[in-house]
């Protein structure tokens, strides 16, 4: 199993930054992509960035040239810099990563962290 603790989360009023971090922990074997979705109330989950263990980035269009995400591997730990909140990034900010527990892909699987909540006032 692999446990996935999320932290940072804050409310802070609209321009302010946040910087998010997970850190994975538990029976790792390796660990591939990285990631960040988030949920507004009353709206689906949405994927924010992701990161591959290469470094390969992707964003969702809303937070391109205000979001950065990065990780270190060595640490297992993947990071969200905000800046230029909105109102709008308010959500539970969920972190994600597909990892193996063993050399076998049969141990591959996906992990969700519980979420830390982010509040952006105008």
């Known amino acids: 199993q692999v446990q996935l603790v999320e932290s940072g989360g804050d409310s802070v009023q609209a321009g302010g930054s946040l910087r998010l971090a997970c850190a994975a922990s538990?029976?790792?074997?390796?660990?591939?992509?990285m990631g960040w979705y988030r949920q507004a109330p009353g709206k689906q989950r949405e994927m924010v960035a992701t990161?591959?263990?290469?470094?390969?980035?992707i964003y969702v269009d809303s937070v391109k040239g205000r979001f950065t995400i990065s990780r270190d591997n060595p640490k297992n730990t993947v990071y969200l810099q905000m800046n230029s909140l909105k109102p709008e990034d308010t959500a539970v900010y969920y972190c994600?990563?597909?990892?193996?527990?063993?050399?076998?892909?049969?141990?591959?699987?996906?992990?969700w962290g519980q979420g830390t909540q982010v509040t952006v006032s105008s």
């Open positions: 994600n990563t597909d990892a193996r527990a063993s050399p076998a892909w049969s141990s591959r699987s996906v992990y």
């Open positions: 990161i591959t263990s290469g470094g390969s980035t």
């Open positions: 538990g029976n790792i074997f390796s660990i591939n992509a």
